[in-house]
């Protein structure tokens, strides 16, 4: 859960799954597939590929009514090959399934995008690397953060019409921006009219907190090169640390050379209601580092643009825009963060 994220050091390799008989990935099984995969199925296959691993808990948020169907469902694809899975051995409790692309689901992919299978930039061995990865707990996180603003906007009152408009991985937004930052990831959220787009530092409590603050200067270079004002999100564990990383922002932010082109809000994972039926953060745990003299005040994510109003709102690009700025850095756009249209409704069953 977003509320009580698994450490890295919580995890203790990797733990063996049963035997499973699976398909062979032959051009027979391919064309099989074909017929089998649901528009759902094909969206769960490229999320995987964008976002490197998810669970079953958080693909099961994303686009399933229940963890059953989602169980039932990932189970199938698991034995047409089209998804690998790992469970990490954990210290205390049961670790969820991790998911990672398979063979067959990566030619899936490239078929679709009119590559080969090495085009697409996938290795099996490298998609399923990221098991014994050091960075195995922050990736999930980093997607826990994201599948629960969908979560939230699947679940949401129709009147907030709330949608998760983008979500940029790690590894695009270093393709995009590496030269001067590399952000956790990217996203652009909507609710009840306001929309926000944001870069996003996501903190475990393990990385020092000046490593953390010394990366403003790359967003000052960034705004500066760009001439667009992009706010930054930092995501901390606790309350605790999130006045300790303010407290060092507002030194380094105070002498950027314009502090109002890198606009800074700070939020912690404790402040959310462990007890609501979906915690975000979507809620009102969001604290802008400069208010401009207004009081400081905890806002919801869509409505961080009051304390910024030197901010315009976010220009959204056209899909073939988008499409044309990913193919200078060769590379596919990104899923629609949100599941497709047919598979939102609660009465969807496992396909």
Request: charged share 20%; glycine share 6%.
């Amino acid at each position: 859960m977003i509320t009580n994220p698994t450490k890295q050091r919580s995890l203790r390799g990797h733990k063996p799954t049963r035997p499973t008989p699976r398909a062979a990935n032959t051009a027979d099984h391919q064309g099989l597939l074909a017929w089998r995969l649901t528009p759902r199925d094909r969206w769960i296959i490229r999320m995987i590929h964008e976002h490197r691993v998810l669970t079953a808990h958080q693909i099961t948020a994303l686009a399933f009514p229940s963890f059953r169907s989602g169980r039932m469902r990932l189970r199938e694809l698991f034995q047409w090959g089209v998804v690998d899975r790992f469970q990490p051995f954990v210290s205390v409790g049961t670790a969820p399934m991790h998911y990672v692309l398979a063979p067959a689901g990566a030619a899936v992919l490239a078929a679709e995008d009119g590559l080969d299978v090495k085009e697409l930039g996938y290795r099996h061995d490298r998609a399923f690397g990221v098991a014994h990865s050091l960075r195995l707990a922050h990736t999930v996180g980093v997607n826990e953060w994201f599948t629960a603003l969908v979560d939230h906007a699947r679940h949401a009152d129709p009147g907030e019409h709330a949608v998760l408009d983008a979500w940029w991985s790690e590894a695009r937004c270093a393709r995009h921006f590496g030269d001067l930052i590399k952000p956790d990831a990217y996203g652009r959220w909507t609710a009840q009219g306001q929309t926000v787009e944001f870069f996003l530092e996501y903190d475990f409590g393990t990385e020092v907190l000046g490593k953390l603050t010394g990366k403003l200067t790359g967003y000052s270079a960034l705004a500066e090169a760009t001439g667009i004002t992009t706010p930054l999100l930092v995501w901390l564990p606790t309350a605790r640390r999130e006045a300790t990383a303010r407290r060092l922002l507002s030194k380094v932010w105070r002498e950027l050379d314009d502090p109002d082109s890198v606009p800074v809000a700070t939020a912690a994972a404790e402040l959310l209601n462990p007890t609501a039926a979906h915690p975000s953060p979507a809620d009102e745990v969001w604290l802008p580092l400069d208010t401009h003299g207004a009081t400081p005040v905890r806002r919801c994510l869509n409505q961080l643009l009051i304390a910024w109003p030197h901010v315009p709102p976010p220009i959204t690009a056209s899909d073939d825009e988008q499409g044309s700025v990913d193919s200078l850095v060769s590379m596919a756009p990104a899923p629609a963060p949100m599941p497709p249209a047919s598979s939102r409704g609660p009465s969807m069953g496992g396909r």
